[in-house]
């Protein structure tokens, strides 16, 4: 059934729906905005993979697995021949 997928006659089909529905004084300006949000899009694709390629991020799995964890701070232990000072 959709073995071929669109054929010219498809497309026809289409562009004569959109001229009935839109008028041809819409189609233009529709055109030349779809035009240009394409334009902004691939310019942002691009811009996203620059940066992606200029700074690769490591997970933050990787980042916590490799700085070591520190240890609670313990109180050293007296020795117990000292006498302990108490202030009062």
């Known amino acids: 059934m959709?073995?071929?997928?669109?054929?010219?006659?498809h497309l026809l089909i289409v562009a004569i729906v959109f001229i009935v529905l839109f008028g041809s004084r819409k189609l233009p300006d529709t055109a030349r905005a779809l035009g240009k949000s394409m334009r902004i899009l691939k310019s942002e694709a691009k811009a996203m993979k620059s940066d992606e390629a200029a700074a690769p991020v490591e997970p933050t799995s990787v980042q916590m697995a490799a700085e070591p964890a520190a240890a609670p701070a313990q109180p050293e232990p007296k020795p117990a021949g000292e006498p302990t000072v108490t202030t009062g």
């Not at 959709?2 to 006659?9: I, V």
């Open 2 to 9: 959709l073995r071929n997928g669109l054929e010219p006659w």
